[in-house]
């Protein structure tokens, strides 16, 4: 795999979750979840760092499906998060509706994720590398719509589309690609130097 097992869950979480906020809220609904969901999200992300550390400093061993399940949870949180924002400045219309206002909405987007998770850690091997390419995708995916979401904070790009599919979002898409270019390359000679050293 190009990244680590909890790498792979977290970046693969981000793009999983954001094609189904696409799919479930077509309203282009602008609001975070209500309190009990960012709780849930908060011991999502939780168990995120809590797997990291607990492994890193020996508490517990740990393995590569529940750094990857970790992941897959914690890039899920965070992504549902900064949706929410990408939707605000991104759409003139954007409704000022909760994410997830609706409870079986919630539970239909757990059981997505529990199945993703299932089908993963199942290592269909007739898919070949299918896993392989999906991370890497996923990485520069993540790179590009956070890149994206940032961007859009910038007024002259702000709050112009109508729809997802639009004209306004070729420059920032443009700018967020050199970005993501920019900050990938920048990582892996970090990398390098750090490994020669």
């Known amino acids: 795999m190009p990244v680590c097992a909890r790498c792979c869950g977290f970046y693969t979480g981000i793009f999983i979750t954001t094609i189904i906020l696409f799919i479930m809220f077509r309203k282009k609904e602008s609001d975070l979840p209500p309190k009990y969901i960012l709780l849930i999200l908060a011991i999502f992300f939780s168990s995120f760092v809590i797997d990291g550390i607990a492994s890193n400093f020996g508490i517990y061993n740990t393995n ?56 993963t850690l199942l290592r269909l091997d007739f898919l070949g590398y299918f896993y392989y390419y999906f991370t890497a995708f996923s990485v520069l995916f993540t790179f590009y719509f956070i890149n994206l979401t940032v961007l859009l904070l910038v007024p002259p790009f702000s709050k112009k589309a109508n729809g997802l599919i639009s004209k306004y979002l070729i420059l920032p898409s443009i700018l967020s690609i050199t970005l993501s270019s920019i900050e990938l390359f920048g990582a892996y000679w970090f990398h390098r130097i750090v490994n020669f050293i």
């Open 64 to 119: 590569n499906n529940l750094r990857f399940i970790t992941g897959v949870l914690s890039g899920s949180s965070i992504i549902i998060i900064i949706y929410p924002v990408f939707a605000f400045q991104y759409y003139r219309d954007a409704k000022a509706e909760k994410l997830f206002k609706s409870l079986i909405k919630f539970i239909i987007y757990i059981v997505i994720i529990i199945a993703f998770i299932i089908a």
